[in-house]
């Protein structure tokens, strides 16, 4: 699966770790390509909440990482759901909602949402039509 689009939603505030970015970066991929290949999805825009439900409840349990490596595949995922504009909607069924009586991690990373991305991709189909 092509995760241009999403890769290109993700940005990082200056301290951010070059190892960070490039481990973000990763899992993103690995994510996409895991999804492309049991569902047969081409693009990230055809990624469903039933996708990441059987990444979360399925593909995770069965690789057998450690816990600290789960966790980083889930904050990885709740990228994915931001950059896909899904953030309102599918982090509660997910639970994978942030406690921020809690606390935890400062991030370093951001979604940005232009609609150059959005509006570019329609251009072109409508040119080749």
């Known amino acids: 699966m092509n995760c241009k689009t999403i890769l290109q939603r993700v940005k990082y505030s200056t301290d951010a770790s070059k190892l960070t970015k490039n481990r973000d970066k990763n899992k993103i991929l690995m994510l996409c390509n895991v999804m492309g ?3 047969s999805l081409d693009q990230p825009e ?18 057998g990482f450690s816990q600290s490596t789960n966790d980083r595949y889930i904050r990885t995922m709740r990228l994915i759901i931001d950059a896909l504009g ?16 809690k606390g935890g991690r400062p991030t370093v990373s951001r979604v940005t949402h ?4 959005y509006y570019s991709r329609n251009q ?3 040119s080749c039509r």
Request: charged letters at 25%; a positive charge.
């Open 46 to 63: 055809q990624i469903r909440l039933k996708h990441l439900q059987y990444i979360k409840n399925h593909w995770l349990i069965h690789q």
């Open 124 to 126: 072109r189909r409508a």
């Open 114 to 117: 232009t609609r150059s991305v």
């Open 86 to 101: 899904r953030k309102q909607h599918w982090s509660k069924p997910l639970g994978l909602e942030k406690d921020v009586s």
């Open 37 to 39: 290949q049991h569902f």
